[in-house]
């Protein structure tokens, strides 16, 4: 299983580990992260997430081989706040979000998630919800659809790519990826969708739809946030601008007093900053990384620790 973990050592020495710490891998993937978190937790414990049963069975080897101070929750990590709780889990060392999906999801094509190899229009990663992609093609209303297209995909033509669903739906059920990616295609030209390959975020909105990651963000950073203990880390790897913007606008939220408090001698203490910035500007992949990984090219490392 051949997977390449996205700023492995950027992210690693940027949790900043202690041997006994308790830590969280919120997107667990295929364990390269979480691999080399448990390695240096020699008396500390780690807790990992994953909706993808395959990633799961496949990690659960990997890490048994390192130690047995491990535990996967088969969740998303939106439910990281009630998972935690049922593990009777208190302050956390550091939490790690590796937002992008991992390798052997892209390159599986049952699993639909890519534009460039024929499929099911499945995009779910975790294989246990109803909810897929074809599901939001042939039963979401046509207002419903330009909304996830104009903001999950920031789409200049997304009406016209939408009127072309509609159009084609009422024939039959769209259920393949291809069959998708040649509906966008009729729908635009050939001149507009070889010169900006809308087909490419079309796929990123529905994958976002599909596994409701924005809200899982918006849910589950406040949550880790909180729940960090002082001088605990979060190390956050982004790959598109909604996703990074979004976790962005978070970590300035809980970094800065708010602005009717500028300025004053006295903070009241619910109103003080409960993080800082380790990195003000993001941190992106080297040079080398790139030409080992090109999928890294538009991953972002952002580091919060709390005070």
Do not use: W
């Amino acid at each position: 299983m051949k997977h390449y973990s996205v700023m492995l050592n950027e992210a690693i020495q940027g949790l900043n580990i202690k041997v006994d710490g308790v830590y969280v891998d919120a997107t667990l993937g295929y364990a390269g992260h979480s691999s080399q978190i448990l390695k240096r937790i020699k008396r500390g414990y780690l807790y990992a997430f994953d909706a993808d049963s395959e990633a799961i069975n496949y990690s659960h080897r990997t890490l048994s081989e390192i130690s047995s101070n491990f535990k996967i929750i088969h969740s998303n990590f939106q439910f990281l706040k009630e998972k935690l709780d049922e593990e009777n889990v208190g302050l956390i060392d550091g939490f790690l979000f590796d937002l992008g999906l991992s390798s052997p999801e892209i390159d599986e094509a049952s699993r639909g998630f890519s534009f460039m190899k024929d499929a099911d229009l499945d995009m779910r990663m975790d294989q246990s919800q109803t909810l897929q992609a074809s599901s939001i093609i042939n039963t979401y209303k046509e207002d419903e659809l330009l909304n996830i297209f104009y903001k999950y995909a920031e789409e200049p033509r997304s009406k016209d790519i939408v009127r072309g669903i509609i159009n084609a739906r009422k024939n039959k059920e769209i259920t393949r990826t291809l069959e998708l990616v040649e509906i966008i295609r009729n729908s635009i030209g050939a001149n507009y969708f070889y010169k900006k390959h809308p087909e490419r975020e079309i796929f990123q909105a529905l994958r976002i739809e599909v596994n409701h990651e924005l809200q899982a963000i918006e849910i589950a950073l406040p949550e880790a946030i909180k729940r960090l203990k002082k001088g605990g880390r979060i190390c956050v790897i982004t790959f598109h601008s909604l996703e990074d913007r979004l976790v962005k606008h978070i970590f300035k939220k809980y970094s800065e007093v708010p602005e009717f408090f500028k300025g004053m001698p006295d903070i009241p203490l619910e109103y003080q900053p409960l993080i800082k910035l380790i990195n003000k500007k993001p941190i992106i992949p080297s040079d080398k990384e790139l030409v080992e990984n090109s999928r890294s090219k538009s991953a972002k490392l952002r580091i919060i620790e709390r005070i």
